[in-house]
C-alpha cells in the first residue's frame, strides 16, 4: 500500500476498496488508518467506529484526540512518536466502553512506510485480548491455589520432564533438605539412593502404573523411605509427570520392629522359638546333604526363682539380659543360641564331625554361666543344667531334639544340677516318663492349663447342700483332662507344688466370690499339700485372697492331711490359729488311713474331719469297714466335730450314713466333679440351695 492510496469511509472506489471494505468490517478486531501528520483518520472498520461512537462516514477526517480523548491522546503520544521514526509499536491499555464496560485491549500501531521516507501515515490494529487476559488471571488464579494447597499438604508434589524436576512444593523440598531453587532444573535421579536407581527408573519410564517405594538421599547424606504415587497430565497437548513423595520411613521401622518381635525375645532380644525352629530346620537340611551332626543344647538356669523372689523381677530380668550377651560371645558366629522363654536357653551347634565334639562347647558354656554375676550391688553366683540331643541319632525332626534335649536337661538336674547330660535311648520308659511329666508339670504351671471341678458335699439327712470341694485338674495338651493322682505327688516331690497350690488358692475364692455375687452362698474346700501348709507365707496368701475379693473367711474350708498334726506342735497351733482368726473352716483330710489320735484331734482347732473313702466303699457288708465308720462318727459327734463320709456311690452306703447321723456324704452318688458353669447350674437345679 502506498501513501497515495485513497482510502475514505464511504462506498467509493474501485473493487479492490470495496473488497478491503468488506474484510475490514467483517473482522473483530478494531482496524484504522492514520495519517501521521496531522493525525487524521482515512478508515476506520465497523468494529473500530462503533467502539468508539462514531459512524464510518463521521470519523473520517477526525485526528487521535478527536476520536480517544484528550486523555487517551496523553498517554498514547509516546508510542505515535516511535511510530513516526517507523517502530512498530505494540501495547496494552484498558478500554472502558460507552456502556461503562471495561475491556483489555491490545494495540498494534504499524507505520505506512514507502522506500526510505519516513512514514506519512499508520495503521492502527486494535484486539480485544480481555477474555485472553481473564483466562490467564484464573489460571494464576489457580495456579496460586495449587501452590498454597501443594505448600499446605505434608507430602511432597513433584512435576518433571523427562527426568527434570520442573516444580517441587515445599514439602518435597524439605523431604530432600534442600531449597526449592536447588532442586528445579535438577535430574530426579541425583536424589535417588544406588540402591533405589533401577526402581526409579523403570517406574518413570512405565508412567507409574502403580505406587512403588524407592530410599532418597537426603542433601545430608540421610536416607529417607519413600511411597510414590505418580500421574501423567495431559494439557493443551502438553504432557506432564506429577508424583506426590510421601515418607514412611516411621511405617517402614514399624514394619521392621514388628518383624523382629516375631521373631525375637523382646527381653534379650534372642531369637524367639518360632526363629530357633526355622533356623534349626535350615541346619538339619545343610547337615544332612554334608553328613554332619547338629548338637541341640536346652539349657535351663537351676534355682533362678531364688532370685527372682529375693531381688525381684527387675534384677531377674538383668540378669538373663546379661546371660544372653554372655553365651552369644561365647559361641562361634555359626552356631545360634535363642530364648525359648522363662530361664530356658536353646543353643544350635551345626557342623559337627561326631557327639564329642560338641563336649567343649558345653563345657564353655556351663563355665560362662557359672560365672559370677555383678547385679544391683551384689554378686551373684547361678548355674545350669544342660541337656543335649545330637541330629541325627537323638532325633531327626526339630521336635523330637528338642524335646529330647528337654529330658536331658532333667536328667541334668536330677544328677545334682550344674552339669550337663546327653539324650540317651537306653534311659528307661519310666524315667523318661518321669522327666517328660516334670517337664509338663513345669509348662503347665507357666502356661495355666489348669482348672477346678467341684464336687458337692450335701447334708445326709437332707440333701441340702453345705459346701463344694475344689478339686484340680490338668488340661493337658497332649493327654487331655489328667485328675490330680496323675501329677499332684510327683509335683510334690519335684518342688512344684507351690506355684500349683497358690493357684488353687487364688481360683477357689475368685470363684466362691463369683458366686457369691450372683446370690449362691456356698463354702469351698481345698486341699492344702503338707509342703504348702510349712510355707511361712501360707496365713498371709490366703488372707491377702481373702481381701482381694472381699470374700468373708467363713466360706473358705481347708483340708490338711493327718501326717501334718505330728509335726511341731507349738508352731503348727500357731498357724492353725491364725487361719481360725481369719474365720476358715479346718477339716482333717482322708481320716483314718495315716496317724489317727485322739490328741491332736483335742489340741488343735478342728472343725470337720473327713473319713476316707476306703471305709465306706464296703459298708454296710464290710463288718471291720461298718464298726470303723460307726466309731469315727461317735468319736466327732462327742468331741462336737462334723464328719464327712467321702466316695459315696450307692443309695445303701447313703442310708446307713444317714441311719448313724453322719453330717454329710461326698460322692459319685450326689455328683461327679463338675467344671465350673456345670456344677453352678446343678446347684441352681437343687430343691435346696443355700442362698444370700
Same mark, same amino acid.
Given at each position: 500500500?502506498?501513501?497515495?492510496?485513497? =482510502?475514505?469511509?464511504?462506498?467509493?472506489?474501485? &473493487?479492490?476498496?470495496?473488497?478491503?471494505?468488506?474484510?475490514?468490517?467483517?473482522?473483530?478486531?478494531?482496524?484504522?488508518?492514520?495519517?501521521?501528520?496531522?493525525?487524521?483518520?482515512?478508515?476506520?472498520?465497523?468494529?473500530?467506529?462503533?467502539?468508539?461512537?462514531?459512524?464510518?462516514? @463521521?470519523?473520517?477526517?477526525?485526528?487521535?484526540?478527536?476520536?480517544?480523548?484528550?486523555?487517551?491522546?496523553?498517554?498514547?503520544?509516546?508510542?505515535?512518536?516511535?511510530?513516526?521514526?517507523?517502530?512498530?509499536?505494540?501495547?496494552?491499555?484498558?478500554?472502558?466502553?460507552?456502556?461503562?464496560?471495561?475491556?483489555?485491549?491490545?494495540?498494534?500501531?504499524?507505520?505506512?512506510? =514507502?522506500?526510505?521516507?519516513?512514514?506519512?501515515?499508520?495503521?492502527? !490494529?486494535?484486539?480485544?485480548?480481555?477474555?485472553?487476559?481473564?483466562?490467564?488471571?484464573?489460571?494464576?488464579?489457580?495456579?496460586?491455589?495449587?501452590?498454597?494447597?501443594?505448600? #499446605?499438604?505434608?507430602?511432597?508434589?513433584?512435576?518433571?520432564?523427562?527426568?527434570?524436576?520442573? *516444580?517441587?512444593?515445599?514439602?518435597?523440598?524439605?523431604? +530432600?533438605?534442600?531449597?526449592?531453587?536447588?532442586?528445579?532444573?535438577?535430574?530426579?535421579?541425583?536424589?535417588?539412593?544406588?540402591?533405589?536407581?533401577?526402581?526409579?527408573?523403570?517406574?518413570?519410564?512405565?508412567?507409574?502404573?502403580?505406587?512403588?517405594?524407592?530410599?532418597?538421599?537426603?542433601?545430608?547424606?540421610?536416607? +529417607?523411605?519413600?511411597?510414590?504415587?505418580?500421574?501423567?497430565?495431559?494439557?493443551? /497437548?502438553?504432557?506432564?509427570?506429577?508424583?506426590?513423595?510421601?515418607?514412611?520411613?516411621?511405617?517402614?521401622?514399624?514394619?521392621?520392629?514388628?518383624?523382629?518381635?516375631?521373631?525375637?525375645?523382646?527381653?534379650?532380644?534372642?531369637?524367639?522359638?518360632?526363629?530357633?525352629?526355622?533356623?534349626?530346620?535350615?541346619?538339619?537340611?545343610?547337615?544332612?546333604?554334608?553328613? $554332619?551332626?547338629?548338637?541341640?543344647?536346652?539349657?535351663?538356669?537351676?534355682?533362678?526363682?531364688?532370685?527372682?523372689?529375693?531381688?525381684?523381677?527387675?534384677?531377674?530380668?538383668?540378669?538373663?539380659?546379661?546371660?544372653?550377651?554372655?553365651?552369644?560371645?561365647?559361641?562361634?558366629?555359626?552356631?545360634?543360641?535363642?530364648?525359648?522363654?522363662?530361664? %530356658?536357653?536353646?543353643?544350635?551347634?551345626?557342623?559337627?564331625?561326631?557327639?564329642? *565334639?560338641?563336649?567343649?562347647?558345653?563345657?564353655?558354656?556351663?563355665?560362662? =554361666?557359672?560365672?559370677?554375676?555383678?547385679?544391683?550391688?551384689?554378686?551373684?553366683?547361678?548355674?545350669?543344667?544342660?541337656?543335649?540331643?545330637?541330629?541325627?541319632?537323638?532325633?531327626?525332626?526339630?521336635? &523330637?531334639?528338642?524335646?529330647? #534335649?528337654?529330658? #536331658?536337661?532333667?536328667?541334668?538336674? %536330677?544328677?545334682?544340677?550344674?552339669?550337663?547330660?546327653?539324650?540317651?535311648?537306653?534311659? $528307661?520308659?519310666?524315667?523318661?516318663? @518321669?522327666?517328660?511329666?516334670?517337664?509338663?508339670?513345669?509348662?503347665?504351671?507357666?502356661?495355666?492349663?489348669?482348672?477346678?471341678?467341684?464336687?458337692?458335699?450335701?447334708? @445326709?439327712?437332707?440333701?441340702?447342700?453345705?459346701?463344694?470341694?475344689?478339686?484340680?485338674?490338668?488340661?493337658?495338651?497332649?493327654?487331655?483332662?489328667?485328675?490330680? *493322682?496323675?501329677?499332684?505327688?510327683?509335683?510334690?516331690?519335684?518342688?512344684?507344688?507351690?506355684? =500349683?497350690?497358690?493357684?488353687?488358692?487364688?481360683?477357689?475364692?475368685?470363684?466362691?466370690?463369683?458366686?457369691?455375687?450372683?446370690?449362691?452362698?456356698?463354702?469351698?474346700?481345698?486341699?492344702?499339700?503338707?509342703?504348702?501348709?510349712?510355707?511361712?507365707?501360707?496365713?498371709?496368701?490366703?488372707?491377702?485372697?481373702?481381701?482381694?475379693?472381699?470374700?468373708?473367711?467363713? !466360706?473358705?474350708?481347708?483340708?490338711?492331711? %493327718?501326717?501334718?498334726?505330728?509335726?511341731?506342735? &507349738?508352731?503348727?497351733?500357731?498357724?492353725?490359729?491364725?487361719?481360725?482368726?481369719?474365720?476358715? &473352716?479346718?477339716?482333717?483330710?482322708?481320716?483314718?488311713? /495315716?496317724?489317727?489320735?485322739?490328741?491332736?484331734?483335742?489340741?488343735?482347732?478342728?472343725?470337720?474331719?473327713?473319713?476316707?473313702?476306703?471305709?465306706?466303699?464296703?459298708?454296710?457288708?464290710?463288718? *471291720?469297714?461298718?464298726?470303723?465308720?460307726?466309731?469315727?462318727?461317735?468319736?466327732?459327734?462327742?468331741?462336737?466335730?462334723?464328719?464327712?463320709?467321702?466316695?459315696?456311690?450307692?443309695?445303701?452306703?447313703?442310708?446307713?450314713?444317714?441311719?448313724?447321723?453322719?453330717?454329710?456324704?461326698?460322692?459319685?452318688?450326689?455328683?461327679?466333679?463338675?467344671?465350673?458353669?456345670?456344677?453352678?447350674?446343678?446347684?441352681?437345679?437343687?430343691?435346696?440351695?443355700?442362698?444370700?
Amino acid at each position: 500500500m502506498n501513501s497515495q492510496m485513497p =482510502i475514505s469511509g464511504g462506498p467509493k472506489g474501485t &473493487t479492490s476498496e470495496q473488497q478491503l471494505r468488506l474484510l475490514a468490517d467483517n473482522l473483530p478486531a478494531l482496524i484504522a488508518y492514520f495519517t501521521i501528520n496531522g493525525l487524521m483518520c482515512q478508515f476506520a472498520n465497523k468494529a473500530y467506529v462503533t467502539a468508539y461512537g462514531f459512524t464510518i462516514d @463521521s470519523i473520517v477526517g477526525k485526528s487521535v484526540p478527536d476520536v480517544i480523548g484528550a486523555e487517551a491522546y496523553a498517554v498514547i503520544q509516546p508510542y505515535i512518536l516511535r511510530v513516526m521514526e517507523g517502530e512498530t509499536v505494540s501495547y496494552e491499555r484498558p478500554l472502558i466502553l460507552p456502556d461503562g464496560s471495561q475491556r483489555v485491549i491490545e494495540v498494534n500501531l504499524i507505520p505506512h512506510i =514507502i522506500g526510505d521516507a519516513k512514514p506519512q501515515s499508520a495503521f492502527v !490494529l486494535i484486539t480485544d485480548i480481555t477474555k485472553f487476559r481473564r483466562a490467564e488471571e484464573a489460571i494464576r488464579e489457580s495456579e496460586d491455589r495449587m501452590r498454597k494447597f501443594a505448600d #499446605a499438604t505434608n507430602e511432597g508434589i513433584v512435576f518433571f520432564d523427562s527426568g527434570i524436576i520442573t *516444580d517441587i512444593n515445599e514439602a518435597g523440598a524439605r523431604l +530432600v533438605r534442600l531449597p526449592v531453587e536447588k532442586i528445579i532444573g535438577r535430574q530426579i535421579l541425583d536424589f535417588v539412593a544406588p540402591d533405589s536407581v533401577e526402581t526409579v527408573a523403570n517406574n518413570i519410564r512405565a508412567g507409574f502404573e502403580r505406587p512403588y517405594e524407592a530410599n532418597m538421599l537426603r542433601a545430608d547424606g540421610t536416607l +529417607v523411605t519413600l511411597e510414590f504415587a505418580g500421574k501423567v497430565i495431559v494439557r493443551d /497437548g502438553k504432557t506432564l509427570r506429577m508424583t506426590v513423595a510421601r515418607d514412611i520411613s516411621e511405617r517402614k521401622q514399624a514394619e521392621a520392629r514388628i518383624q523382629f518381635l516375631a521373631h525375637h525375645d523382646i527381653l534379650t532380644h534372642l531369637p524367639n522359638r518360632a526363629m530357633l525352629l526355622d533356623r534349626l530346620q535350615i541346619m538339619l537340611n545343610v547337615a544332612k546333604r554334608q553328613g $554332619t551332626q547338629v548338637g541341640v543344647l536346652f539349657i535351663d538356669l537351676d534355682n533362678f526363682k531364688t532370685i527372682n523372689d529375693s531381688l525381684g523381677h527387675y534384677a531377674g530380668d538383668q540378669l538373663l539380659k546379661r546371660l544372653a550377651q554372655r553365651l552369644q560371645a561365647c559361641l562361634r558366629s555359626v552356631d545360634l543360641v535363642g530364648r525359648l522363654g522363662g530361664d %530356658e536357653f536353646l543353643v544350635i551347634i551345626s557342623g559337627l564331625e561326631c557327639t564329642e *565334639d560338641v563336649i567343649p562347647i558345653a563345657e564353655k558354656i556351663a563355665e560362662c =554361666i557359672s560365672e559370677p554375676f555383678a547385679l544391683e550391688g551384689q554378686t551373684l553366683g547361678v548355674s545350669g543344667s544342660i541337656g543335649i540331643s545330637m541330629y541325627p541319632q537323638d532325633g531327626e525332626n526339630t521336635d &523330637t531334639l528338642i524335646r529330647n #534335649a528337654d529330658a #536331658a536337661m532333667y536328667l541334668a538336674k %536330677e544328677r545334682g544340677r550344674s552339669n550337663f547330660q546327653f539324650f540317651m535311648p537306653s534311659l $528307661t520308659k519310666s524315667a523318661a516318663n @518321669s522327666l517328660s511329666i516334670e517337664s509338663g508339670i513345669r509348662k503347665a504351671i507357666k502356661n495355666v492349663e489348669f482348672v477346678l471341678h467341684y464336687q458337692p458335699e450335701v447334708v @445326709s439327712q437332707t440333701g441340702v447342700i453345705n459346701a463344694v470341694e475344689a478339686l484340680i485338674r490338668w488340661k493337658h495338651p497332649d493327654l487331655g483332662l489328667l485328675g490330680p *493322682d496323675k501329677f499332684i505327688s510327683f509335683a510334690e516331690h519335684r518342688g512344684l507344688i507351690m506355684p =500349683i497350690g497358690r493357684w488353687v488358692i487364688n481360683e477357689a475364692i475368685r470363684q466362691c466370690k463369683e458366686w457369691l455375687d450372683v446370690g449362691l452362698r456356698i463354702p469351698i474346700a481345698i486341699n492344702i499339700s503338707a509342703v504348702q501348709f510349712k510355707q511361712k507365707d501360707l496365713v498371709e496368701l490366703i488372707a491377702a485372697n481373702l481381701k482381694s475379693y472381699d470374700l468373708p473367711g467363713e !466360706l473358705l474350708e481347708l483340708e490338711l492331711t %493327718e501326717s501334718l498334726f505330728l509335726e511341731d506342735v &507349738t508352731a503348727m497351733t500357731k498357724t492353725l490359729s491364725r487361719l481360725k482368726d481369719l474365720g476358715v &473352716t479346718l477339716a482333717v483330710d482322708d481320716f483314718g488311713t /495315716g496317724y489317727s489320735s485322739l490328741a491332736y484331734l483335742k489340741r488343735y482347732p478342728i472343725d470337720k474331719i473327713k473319713i476316707d473313702r476306703s471305709f465306706i466303699s464296703d459298708i454296710p457288708y464290710n463288718a *471291720d469297714d461298718v464298726a470303723i465308720t460307726t466309731a469315727i462318727i461317735n468319736l466327732a459327734d462327742s468331741l462336737g466335730l462334723q464328719v464327712v463320709a467321702e466316695g459315696v456311690e450307692t443309695q445303701e452306703q447313703a442310708d446307713f450314713l444317714e441311719r448313724y447321723h453322719c453330717d454329710y456324704i461326698q460322692g459319685y452318688l450326689v455328683s461327679y466333679p463338675l467344671p465350673p458353669d456345670e456344677i453352678f447350674a446343678w446347684m441352681k437345679q437343687r430343691k435346696f440351695v443355700i442362698a444370700v
